[in-house]
């Protein structure tokens, strides 16, 4: 049977994965299997929320487990290293658990059809001191311990006795810098409910972007108003035209060597693909180590091989140049593609070419306000923005859902929330 092999079960690849498993992989003419490197699946765009602890990842993630049988696909639990073209198959570490003893030996995973969607990593453009003083935002696990980080230095400052005003430095001004520097604050104004010895006030954030501009990628309107909100009512520093040059255990030192003090830094300034995919068996990839696609989302020097999400690089289509930009929006609009062409290949008919369809942008300043422009460059802020900003989400629980699911989902976290604290403190 055609083995189609789909490594990587982030918003795209778990999106692709469920509706092949539905199709293909449910009447018998494919077996799908995912391979990711986690168990579970956490929606990345909410890491922010999960790094401030507005957002329990344990109440939001999802099993590949569960998700595999109902779904019709196979799971395994591997990251993958290398690939063998000419044999057809992928390369994945051995791997040692935790409690059972001996190790797993690397293994081979064979394939007639494969399909990359490893998604991106922070890039630290070679910055030195980063790697080793800076925090990135690229999984749960990052997430997680930046939240136990603050924590725990919040409640040694408690056990000690002492004041404590703590800095952080968030470097990247794009949305997730942003985002994370508005969540960052709501939570401390939430922690302050439920720790008396600290105040909304005792959270020094320094937002730094080395361009002119808060959010360059959306319009000027949008960079202005946010950057007027964090100022004025977050109480957010923020430095424009700031390039960090280098990072040292205690603070950051911009072009001119003026240092910016913090105790804890998040880098958030740009995004690479996995480095294993630079020249992987000679398929074709940029200077991001980027794999270059054809608008059918195939390799440029693979028919085989697929690639998508944030982990490629693909045209515009249409008569649009550039490339598409690495969103959860276009991971989930190429998924839908891809889906048609894998089994459009299987039947041995032509291949769709891509074309991104540009909704929007919208960004979160946690419960303060959401700003954002819609279809046709409209700006929108308030509930407005917020309600469409939630529903990227749920179109996301839908796509492995269904809708019936995803309402009772809804309506399950809504009345749990009212059982739980505001913010996860453990
Ligand atoms: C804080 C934050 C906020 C964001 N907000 C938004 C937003 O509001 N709107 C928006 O459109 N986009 C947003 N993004 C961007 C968006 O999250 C990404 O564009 C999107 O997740 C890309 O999807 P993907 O499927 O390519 O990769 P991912 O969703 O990153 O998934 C990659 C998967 O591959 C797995 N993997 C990686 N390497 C290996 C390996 N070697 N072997 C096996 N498995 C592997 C990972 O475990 C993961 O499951 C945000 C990103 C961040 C970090």
């Not at 999106?15 to 092949?20: D, K, M, P, Q, Y």
């Not at 939430?190 to 361009?211: P, V």
């Not at 085989?304 to 999400?309: N, R």
């Amino acid at each position: 049977m055609h083995r189609v092999v789909i490594v990587g079960g982030g918003a795209g690849g778990l999106e692709l994965a469920t509706r092949l498993g539905k199709t293909l992989g449910r009447s018998g003419r494919a077996r799908i299997t995912l391979v990711d490197a986690n168990l579970t699946h956490i929606w990345k765009p909410l890491l922010h929320e999960v790094a401030a602890g507005s957002l329990d990842a344990a109440n939001d993630e999802l099993s590949y487990l569960a998700q595999a049988k109902w779904n019709h696909f196979d799971f395994i639990y591997g990251r993958m290293t290398g690939l063998d073209r000419r044999r057809h198959v992928i390369q994945l570490a051995g791997w040692k658990g935790m409690y059972a003893p001996g190790e797993v030996p690397p293994t081979e995973v064979r394939y007639d059809t494969l399909v990359l969607a490893v998604g991106s990593v922070c890039n630290d453009f070679g910055t030195p001191g980063v790697r080793e003083h800076c925090i990135f935002l690229d999984s749960r696990h990052d997430a997680e311990r930046l939240r136990r980080e603050m924590l725990e230095r919040r409640l040694a400052a408690v056990t000690e006795g002492r004041s404590h005003r703590l800095r952080v430095a968030v470097i990247g001004g794009g949305a997730t810098g942003v985002e994370l520097s508005a969540e960052l604050c709501d939570a401390q104004r939430k922690l302050a409910q439920y720790n008396h010895q600290q105040g909304a006030e005792d959270l020094d954030i320094t937002l730094i972007e080395a361009g002119p501009r808060l959010l360059p990628a959306l319009p000027e309107q949008i960079g202005a108003s946010v950057e007027k909100e964090l100022r004025n009512k977050l109480g957010i520093r923020v430095l424009t035209g700031t390039p960090v040059k280098r990072a040292e255990a205690d603070g950051l030192f911009d072009a001119q060597g003026n240092k910016i003090d913090a105790e804890m830094m998040v880098w958030a300034a740009g995004i690479r693909a996995p480095g294993f995919l630079r020249e992987l068996d000679g398929l074709e990839s940029n200077h991001l180590d980027q794999l270059l696609v054809r608008p059918t989302l195939q390799t440029t020097r693979d028919d085989d091989i697929f690639a998508f999400g944030d982990c490629a690089s693909c045209p515009l289509g249409g008569d649009a140049t550039g490339n598409v930009p690495p969103r959860a929006q276009a991971a989930h609009q190429q998924a839908e593609l891809l889906a048609q062409n894998v089994a459009s290949r299987l039947e041995g008919k032509p291949l769709r070419p891509f074309q991104y369809h540009d909704h929007g942008s919208l960004v979160s300043l946690a419960s303060y306000n959401t700003f954002g422009n819609l279809l046709g460059n409209r700006v929108i802020e308030g509930w407005v923005a917020h309600f469409f900003y939630a529903s990227l989400y749920r179109m996301h629980q839908s796509a492995l859902y269904g809708h019936w699911r995803t309402t009772r989902l809804m309506v399950g976290g809504f009345i749990a929330k009212n059982t739980r604290p505001l913010l996860k403190l453990h």
